[in-house]
């Protein structure tokens, strides 16, 4: 059982004696412990000072220099590429509903007119901004237009976003594009890409009977027939889905 000292306390024999010259020993040594590792903790603090200095100064830089790269980097480019996109994307709405000429608006809109950026400019001088991320998506989609199916791909590649419409819109035009240079087995990964991208009765149900094309078109007529049947399960009331039934079968009897 542990003796404690008590003010007043004398010990009564030499056994308590001993307890209590142990017991003073023990609490020495915590105290030089103590000492010793502030000590050893002081001479690294002094000795390593200007390291953490210095480290504390490249945070608080950092920190700086964000909140400086948001407030006066970022958020001017962002404004100035939201300026710059507006000129190509007025000829890109009018080449939408344009009769002959569709094919020059889609190039003014491509390469910019009267000293002012097209999509292709936006595209590149404003990569990091989110204009210049839909300048890829308008770039891509003229050039699928003109028929320049590399180049459509190659833009609609670097696009990127989780809308609903335009980032599944963006997918299946790459998959178009494959189509029409006569590649349908990466037709057929982004007409999936675009079925899957976003659970919706439009786009959904529209994508998937494209794969569901293509994959005829590839003989795999298993593949065709799992998706018309997804269709019709799940997309039952979409316009694709009112002859889902007529292509499962077609799909079953080229099997």
Not at 25 to 41: I, R
Not at 117 to 127: L, T
Not at 171 to 180: Q, R
Not at 214 to 222: N, P, R, S
């Amino acid at each position: 059982m542990a003796t404690y000292k008590k003010k007043g306390y004398k010990p009564s024999d030499k056994k308590d004696q001993q307890q209590v010259d142990e017991i003073q020993s023990t609490t020495a040594e915590v105290f030089n412990t103590l000492d010793e590792t502030a000590s050893k903790s002081e001479q690294w603090i002094e000795k390593n000072s200007k390291l953490l200095f210095n480290s504390l100064i490249v945070i608080v830089v950092f920190v700086l220099g964000l909140l400086g790269y948001n407030k006066y980097i970022s958020e001017p480019a962002e404004l100035d590429a939201a300026n710059q996109l507006a000129f190509p994307r007025k000829y890109f709405n009018d080449a939408a509903v344009a009769g002959s000429s569709i094919d020059s608006l889609l190039v003014l809109g491509l390469e910019g007119a009267d000293g002012k950026y097209g999509f292709i400019d936006v595209a590149a001088k404003y990569s990091g901004t989110k204009s210049g991320n839909l300048a890829n998506y308008y770039a891509g989609v003229s050039y699928l237009q003109l028929k320049e199916y590399a180049k459509a791909i190659e833009y609609l590649e670097q696009f990127n976003s989780d809308d609903e419409l335009i980032g599944t819109v963006a997918l299946g035009a790459i998959g178009d594009a494959f189509a029409d240079i006569d590649q349908p087995e990466q037709a057929l990964e982004y007409y999936i890409k675009a079925a899957n991208k976003k659970d919706n009765a439009f786009t959904a149900p529209l994508f998937l009977q494209k794969a569901g094309f293509t994959a005829m078109e590839l003989k795999k007529f298993g593949k065709a027939e799992a998706l018309f049947t997804q269709i019709k399960e799940q997309y039952a009331t979409s316009e694709q889905g009112k002859d889902a039934d007529k292509y499962i079968n077609a799909a079953k009897y080229a099997q």
